[in-house]
T-cell receptor, first 112, second 114 residues
Framework: QKEVEQNSGPLSVPEGAIASLNCTYS??????FFWYRQYSGKSPELIMS????GDKEDGRFTAQLNKASQYVSLLIRDSQPSDSATYLC????????????FGAGTRLFVKA | KAGVTQTPRYLIKTRGQQVTLSCSPI?????VSWYQQTPGQGLQFLFE???????NKGNFPGRFSGRQFSNSRSEMNVSTLELGDSALYLC?????????????FGPGTRLTVT
């Protein structure tokens, strides 16, 4: 079992729709959870961080965390073609220093 | 505030050689992590440095090493290069706050081993 699992996709949604990206993790002591966006040929860019159960909203993005289910999700409202990218879920824990494990990523295509 | 910088951006080496990559973190960030990204394996954690000390290490052979200087700049070294070391090497810096560990990535160094 991978430590952080994501559907590889591709996930295809029409412009203006809601894109829903999901992630599960195996380490129950994980403390910090992140979503990164990576465009082809570029480095990952942090778009959301979440540390406690519930929802966190930032503009068109909403991150959801459920530690009991070991589940993190990212909702993108009013999806735009510019949102087409690979979205990486990352999970960190403090083991005397932080160690971050990334999922393999979900490719999202937003069709105009 | 300037972002994370990495040098060089591209590198071509032959098998058996060694390579040193450099990373300058965002000003004020004291934690630097290194990752290897390949199409097949995704983003894999190499190691993390804080205040010149390696705090965490991933599952990579001893050919991969790193260090951090007093100004938080970091270098990673790969000795006896193998074809499988061809990858994008990413450096990420963080303020290492107790409440979280948001990392910001540099543009990466694309290493090709022939």
């Amino acid at each position: 079992q991978k430590e952080v699992e994501q559907n590889s996709g591709p996930l295809s949604v029409p412009e203006g729709a809601i894109a829903s990206l999901n992630c599960t993790y195996s380490d129950r002591v994980s403390q910090s959870f992140f979503w990164y966006r990576q465009y082809s040929g570029k480095s990952p860019e942090l778009i959301m961080s979440i540390y406690s159960n519930g929802d966190k909203e930032d503009g068109r993005f909403t991150a959801q965390l459920n530690k009991a289910s070991q589940y993190v999700s990212l909702l993108i409202r009013d999806s735009q073609p510019s949102d087409s990218a690979t979205y990486l879920c990352a999970v960190s824990r403090n083991t005397g220093g932080f160690k971050t494990i990334f999922g393999a990523g979900t490719r999202l295509f937003v069709k105009a | 505030k300037a972002g994370v910088t990495q040098t060089p951006r591209y590198l071509i080496k032959t098998r058996g050689q060694q390579v040193t990559l450099s990373c300058s973190p965002i000003s004020g960030h004291r934690s630097v992590s290194w990752y290897q990204q390949t199409p097949g394996q995704g983003l894999q954690f190499l190691f993390e440095y804080f205040s010149e000390t390696q705090r965490n290490k991933g599952n990579f052979p001893g050919r991969f090493s790193g260090r951090q200087f007093s100004n938080s700049r970091s270098e990673m070294n790969v000795s006896t290069l193998e074809l499988g070391d061809s990858a994008l090497y990413l450096c990420a810096s963080s303020m290492d706050r107790d409440a979280g560990y948001e990392q910001y990535f540099g543009p990466g160094t694309r290493l090709t081993v022939t």
